[in-house]
């Protein structure tokens, strides 16, 4: 036993350790994983608690002191992720009354690119009948396996490659000006485009998928906090109606995507409703928000959901909006102050690492 209460106070620390580095605003990526696992640290915070008041607690100074520290963090813990929990308040209201012409639905999935399974993801597709899909990491073969899509979908940006950054975009509703960008990478696609709805509305919709802070992809954050603050910045500046949605491979609750709401002054639909994990679909205790979608203040929320997973390692993720230019009145923009404007400006014109 006394080998086991050693294990678990040195757990103990690990876990207040794991908890307290990402505060630490280096892009290396060692600094950067740590913010993903919030909810699997609070709960195996909370397992060590439990044990160890069962099986070892003495009322003595150290395990006194043990647990208040792994108290405070659960805490600390408790409070980073409660803004993704429902008892949080909402940042996008639903809609209270349906307006089909001013209604979009999007589908966004990362298909795996060596997952085969094209016809899972089409009968996915034709199920919840989306006005726009976007499908990331897709090849060559995935291009050729979903073309059928274009008859369904007269508009579309095609960007297939294979460096698992391929991105094929699908859409009923009429596409104006769009293009295929590289904003930070010439390997690193992303799309750009005006959506026409129904009504007449055009609105602007940005697709991302930048390249994540891990081991043999990218040893920095850099490049991905970069290309996800340029599109922010983009966005705050053309002052329109805006969605931006893909795999950020970020979570949630990040500092950069934090700061991508605050300096684009878009909303995040997760906020209020629940964390709709989407990665790993194939391990259910690592799974985190790693795809997203996010819009201005003058949508409503329809729909939000993240639907089944067809052999990849991501689950889709599927969003419906109804543009309300009254919405804007009810719904509160996130707003940065002058020393996060700083920090945005700074990672954007940081050098990537080589």
């Known amino acids: 036993m006394h080998s086991f209460n050693i294990a678990l106070q040195i757990s103990g620390v690990v876990i207040m350790l794991f908890s307290l580095i990402p505060i630490v605003r280096n892009d290396y990526w060692a600094f950067r994983v740590f913010e993903y696992p919030r909810l699997q640290k609070l709960f195996l915070n909370l397992v060590i608690i439990i044990i160890y008041c069962y099986l070892f607690f003495r009322a003595e100074s150290f395990d006194i002191i043990f647990l208040t520290l792994l108290i405070a963090n659960a805490c600390y813990l408790v409070y980073q992720i409660y803004p993704f929990t429902v008892f949080a308040k909402k940042v996008i209201f639903k809609v209270d009354r349906a307006d089909t012409d001013n209604q979009l639905t999007i589908i966004s999935s990362n298909v795996f690119q060596d997952n085969k399974n094209t016809a899972g993801c089409l009968k996915m597709i034709y199920k919840n009948d989306p006005d726009i899909i976007l499908l990331l990491e897709t090849d060559r073969f995935w291009y050729e396996q979903t073309k059928e899509l274009k008859e369904k979908y007269p508009y579309h940006v095609l960007a297939a490659q294979e460096n698992t950054y391929g991105m094929l975009l699908y859409s009923k ?142 689950f889709p993720f599927l969003i419906g909006l109804q543009y309300e230019q009254s919405a804007s009145q009810e719904q509160e923009e996130p707003e940065a102050d002058s020393e996060e404007i700083e920090i945005a400006e700074e990672k954007i014109n940081k050098e990537i690492p080589s």
């Open 173 to 314: 509703l009429e596409l104006i000006n769009a293009h295929t960008r590289f904003l930070v990478d010439d390997q690193i696609p992303s799309i750009k485009s005006t959506v026409k709805l129904p009504s007449g509305k055009t609105i602007e919709l940005y697709c991302v998928h930048p390249t994540p802070p891990v081991p043999g992809e990218n040893s920095h954050s850099t490049e991905r906090d970069k290309e996800l603050l340029l599109v922010a910045k983009e966005v705050k500046e053309s002052g329109k109606s805006s969605i931006v949605i893909g795999d950020l491979n970020d979570v949630a609750w990040s500092y950069t995507t934090d700061l991508f709401t605050k300096i684009s002054g878009l909303l995040d639909p997760r906020i209020g409703r629940g964390f709709y994990n989407t990665f790993h679909a194939k391990i259910p205790f690592l799974r985190f928000p790693l795809d997203h979608a996010f819009c201005s203040t003058d949508f409503k929320l329809v729909r939000l959901s993240r639907l089944e997973n067809f052999s990849s390692d991501h």
